[in-house]
């Protein structure tokens, strides 16, 4: 997202508040996540595939949401008027383009209207049959897409072949299939936000919700490209009647800190240091271990400073619209530990993780294997949950590798951290007793990460060896 783009959000949510106050909070955070799905889809080679994109979104938030409803809910007013408003503003959207007056080619995608109608009529017959159907297959069915959509968009080959019979489709010519077409922003987040409401319905864990404040929370527009990614009973302490309230000056003052601060992390710390920060190009062109260094520790501060700024954009945003989202970064680099850092870093991402798969496979790994040596199933669990974090990000080899290596520092640094606290005299940590000991291991642990980076920036082992090669 462009700075310009950040400072027209700024305008709008800083409008809204002045003008309205929290009235018709709702309607106006659906209006504006609707034109930012639409708008934020870069443009496609492939055609109309930046228009149906958007649309897949809104239809996948649709079909979670009558999963996880009562039967009755489906049918209540409220819910109709909010589909039907939703297919109402894709239909004005595509009928723009017969407008010569209005010229939105440069910002929107829109196929033929006929195609438009009739995607519309499919997607309410399919919306009738999921109400019919029982919810458990829903379930299924909407994590098998979900998934298999995943993997499409993260694997270059499985792109490539979707980028042909996407063209096939739209009678475009194949030979110009490039699987760097398949581009789906924000898919990771909105999908995890979806999965989350699934497996906690699917738990017992869920309270029944308007399908206007569903599609809010999964698409809402200041969190939707780079989180963080809030829970649903979170988002709903603020979001909701009832909630907690701040008065409307704090909200405004803080949001504005919040994403002054991230554009500054961003848009000036992190855009200077990516200049040169390790890249396929650099990885290649230096030669001497210490410039090589500096560039493995600019990526890895840049990355901090990058995605942190982020996070403050989206948390000021949010809160200039009187909603709290979540904290995602927590002074990482201070920590003296792998396991801390990791709890500090990305720190939605790794709860969502250790919520959805890491404790309760642990648990039934536990249950099941009651012969095998904990340490067993902790390594296991490790580097698992770090390689999936890594497939999280793409689906490619120095990914897999990236988790093997944090997964297995990981398991190291608990080993031997959990060694020193039983043979210390009060049982605390080794980086506890010395402030000395203490600056070491944050300097290790940094180092450490940073080292990590080298696979999760470059594409290839090749690559990636080659700075390894340099440094050492």
Same mark, same amino acid.
């Given at each position: 997202?462009?700075?310009?783009?950040?400072?027209?959000?700024? &305008?709008?949510?800083?409008?809204?508040?002045?003008?309205?106050?929290?009235?018709?909070?709702?309607? *106006?955070?659906?209006?504006?996540?609707?034109?930012?799905?639409?708008?934020?889809?870069? #443009?496609?080679?492939?055609?109309? *595939?930046?228009?149906?994109?958007?649309?897949?979104?809104?239809?996948?938030?649709?079909?979670?949401?009558?999963?996880?409803?009562?039967?009755?809910?489906?049918?209540?007013?409220?819910?109709? #008027?909010?589909?039907?408003?939703?297919?109402?503003?894709?239909?004005?959207?595509?009928?723009?383009?017969?407008?010569?007056?209005?010229?939105?080619?440069?910002?929107?995608?829109?196929?033929?209207?006929?195609?438009?109608?009739?995607?519309?009529?499919?997607?309410?017959?399919?919306?009738?049959?999921?109400?019919?159907?029982?919810?458990?297959?829903?379930?299924?069915?909407?994590?098998?897409?979900?998934?298999?959509?995943?993997?499409?968009?993260?694997?270059?080959?499985?792109?490539?072949?979707?980028?042909?019979?996407?063209?096939?489709?739209?009678?475009?010519?194949?030979?110009?299939?490039?699987?760097?077409?398949?581009?789906?922003?924000?898919?990771?987040?909105?999908?995890?936000?979806?999965? %989350?409401?699934?497996?906690?319905?699917?738990?017992?864990?869920?309270?029944?919700?308007?399908?206007?404040?569903?599609?809010?929370?999964?698409?809402?527009?200041?969190?939707?490209?780079?989180?963080?990614?809030?829970?649903?009973?979170?988002?709903?302490?603020?979001?909701?009647?009832?909630?907690?309230?701040?008065?409307?000056?704090?909200?405004?003052?803080?949001?504005?800190?919040?994403?002054?601060?991230?554009?500054?992390?961003?848009?000036?710390?992190?855009?200077?240091?990516?200049?040169?920060?390790?890249?396929?190009?650099?990885?290649?062109?230096?030669?001497?271990?210490?410039?090589?260094?500096?560039?493995?520790?600019?990526?890895?501060?840049?990355?901090?400073?990058?995605?942190?700024?982020?996070?403050?954009?989206?948390?000021?945003?949010?809160?200039?619209?009187?909603?709290?989202?979540?904290?995602?970064?927590?002074?990482?680099?201070?920590?003296?530990?792998?396991?801390?850092?990791?709890? #500090?870093?990305?720190?939605?991402?790794?709860?969502?993780?250790?919520?959805?798969?890491?404790?309760?496979?642990?648990?039934?790994?536990?249950?099941?294997?009651?012969?095998?040596?904990?340490?067993?199933?902790?390594?296991?669990?490790?580097?698992?949950?770090?390689?999936?974090?890594?497939?999280?990000?793409?689906?490619?080899?120095?990914?897999?590798?990236?988790?093997?290596?944090?997964?297995?520092?990981?398991?190291?640094?608990?080993?031997?951290?959990?060694?020193?606290?039983? %043979?210390? #005299?009060?049982?605390?940590?080794?980086?506890?007793?010395?402030?000395?000991?203490?600056?070491?291991?944050?300097?290790?642990?940094?180092?450490?990460?940073?080292?990590?980076?080298?696979?999760?920036? &470059?594409?290839?082992?090749?690559?990636?060896?080659?700075?390894?090669?340099?440094? *050492?």
């Amino acid at each position: 997202m462009s700075l310009t783009a950040v400072l027209f959000l700024l &305008l709008l949510c800083f409008g809204y508040r002045l003008v309205f106050n929290n009235k018709y909070r709702a309607e *106006f955070i659906l209006i504006s996540s609707l034109i930012f799905l639409f708008w934020i889809q870069p #443009k496609s080679a492939i055609r109309g *595939f930046d228009f149906w994109i958007p649309y897949a979104t809104l239809f996948l938030g649709i079909l979670a949401w009558v999963i996880i409803s009562p039967r009755e809910m489906l049918i209540e007013k409220t819910n109709i #008027k909010t589909i039907l408003a939703i297919l109402i503003f894709i239909t004005l959207l595509g009928l723009t383009q017969y407008l010569p007056w209005i010229d939105l080619g440069n910002y929107f995608s829109s196929p033929p209207l006929a195609e438009i109608l009739v995607v519309g009529v499919v997607s309410v017959f399919l919306f009738l049959i999921f109400a019919k159907i029982s919810q458990k297959p829903g379930f299924w069915t909407a994590a098998i897409i979900l998934i298999s959509t995943f993997i499409i968009l993260k694997s270059q080959q499985a792109a490539f072949y979707a980028s042909k019979i996407l063209r096939q489709l739209s009678r475009q010519s194949t030979n110009l299939a490039n699987s760097t077409e398949i581009v789906w922003i924000g898919y990771s987040y909105f999908a995890f936000r979806i999965l %989350h409401t699934l497996i906690d319905w699917r738990k017992g864990r869920l309270k029944e919700i308007r399908l206007m404040d569903y599609i809010n929370y999964v698409t809402f527009f200041p969190s939707f490209l780079s989180g963080p990614i809030s829970r649903l009973e979170y988002f709903a302490q603020t979001y909701f009647p009832g909630g907690e309230s701040v008065r409307i000056n704090n909200d405004l003052f803080e949001g504005v800190q919040r994403l002054l601060l991230g554009i500054f992390q961003k848009f000036i710390v992190g855009d200077f240091l990516a200049t040169f920060a390790i890249n396929q190009n650099l990885a290649h062109q230096i030669t001497s271990p210490v410039w090589m260094w500096m560039s493995v520790i600019a990526y890895s501060v840049r990355l901090y400073f990058d995605f942190s700024g982020y996070t403050h954009i989206a948390i000021g945003l949010a809160r200039i619209l009187g909603i709290q989202l979540p904290e995602n970064f927590d002074k990482p680099f201070r920590a003296p530990t792998l396991t801390l850092f990791w709890n #500090k870093w990305h720190i939605t991402l790794t709860q969502w993780f250790r919520s959805y798969y890491f404790n309760p496979v642990s648990r039934k790994m536990k249950r099941a294997l009651k012969n095998i040596d904990p340490r067993i199933i902790l390594l296991v669990m490790q580097l698992t949950t770090m390689i999936l974090i890594g497939l999280w990000h793409g689906i490619s080899i120095n990914f897999v590798v990236w988790g093997v290596w944090t997964g297995g520092g990981l398991f190291i640094q608990n080993q031997i951290s959990s060694y020193f606290k039983k %043979h210390t #005299k009060d049982g605390r940590y080794l980086w506890q007793e010395s402030g000395l000991v203490k600056i070491v291991s944050i300097s290790f642990t940094f180092l450490f990460v940073s080292l990590g980076w080298v696979w999760f920036a &470059l594409p290839t082992i090749d690559d990636s060896m080659q700075v390894l090669k340099v440094l *050492f």
